[in-house]
């Protein structure tokens, strides 16, 4: 077993990859479990092991990869605290707030034979529990829409104005009424324990959505 700095193997890089891969099969699930969109323009396909519903819409997948990309150098650097799946009714208002809560480990221990297995079966397991989490969750109400908003660490957010990965997709501070949801009940989903990453996965869901 070896332990290393988050430098070594340029490790960032690597959780980076893990988890934006992850991210973009989780949010696709969550469109597709909440109704956001029409399930017709879902196909099923296969993750970690396990069926799972990805959009055939090439607007909807271009806005995923999109934000993905950036996003991706803030979870490298370790800047990223949260990334959350916000999704609003017709007024703009949020009815629902998926929220991944990421935090990596300044030393790693770490055997490279097992760890990326063990990594997949945790992710396996949070997919599962997003694709039945409408049984602990009330119905949306009809014409909803979605957006990704990402926490930084107060450093990052000032380094983020002045870097934009991809032109014409600028990083934008978010709506206050995006940011936080009033009445508003948690709902645990699942943790995930690993030696290069921590995820805590949680609802927040308003009372009265109608």
Known sequence: MATLTRQDLNFGQVVADILCEFLEVAIHLILYVRDVYPSGIFQKRKKYNVPVQMSCHPDLNQYI???LHCVKPLIEKNEAEKVVVVIM???HRPVERFVFEISQPPLLSISSETL??????LLRAIILKISVCDAVLDNNPPG???TVLVHTREAATRNMEKVQVIKDFPWIV?????VHMEEAKLIPLK?????ILKMQLYVEEKTQKT
């Open 65 to 67: 990869q999109d934000t």
């Open 116 to 121: 990326l297995s063990h990594v997949e079966q």
């Open 174 to 178: 978010a709506d206050e009424q995006e």
């Open 144 to 146: 909803c829409t979605f």
């Open 89 to 91: 009714d017709k007024e």
């Open 191 to 195: 943790t995930m324990t690993s030696d």
